[in-house]
């Protein structure tokens, strides 16, 4: 019912920026919310940033002045995540998510992943 298909991680010296991109197929059901979430080896996934349907948007304290989470006007099944300034603790699987209200209940979805490493 649900696909969503990441994009744009990979390598980047400390300093630098990359762009995560989603793209989420709903087939039944509308989006309430996309966020980004990451995890690093042997730590927990953790919140990132997070988008509302009404365009409200939250971030990570670790993140806030960095990244900037944003939709696609057009396609507003396509979230962007735009990184800055990134260091070498930002490096991670970064895995975009997705809730999904059918009727009255919602639905979580997760995507497969895109690694973020970070070089010093």
């Known amino acids: 019912q649900v696909q969503l298909v990441e994009s744009g991680g990979g390598l980047v010296q400390a300093g630098g920026s990359l762009r995560l991109s989603c793209a989420a197929s709903v087939s039944i059901g509308s989006i309430n919310a996309m966020a980004w979430y990451r995890q690093a080896p042997g730590k927990q996934r953790e919140l990132v940033a997070r988008?509302?349907?009404?365009?409200?948007?939250?971030y990570a304290d670790f993140v806030k002045g960095r990244f900037t989470i944003s939709r696609d006007n057009a396609a507003k099944n396509t979230v962007y995540l735009q990184m800055n300034s990134l260091k070498p603790e930002d490096t991670a699987v970064y895995y975009c998510?997705?809730?999904?209200?059918?009727?009255?209940?919602?639905?979580?979805?997760w995507g497969q992943g895109t690694q973020v490493t970070v070089s010093s």
């Open positions: 988008i509302e349907s009404g365009g409200s948007t939250n």
């Open positions: 998510n997705t809730e999904v209200r059918v009727l009255s209940l919602s639905y979580t979805y």
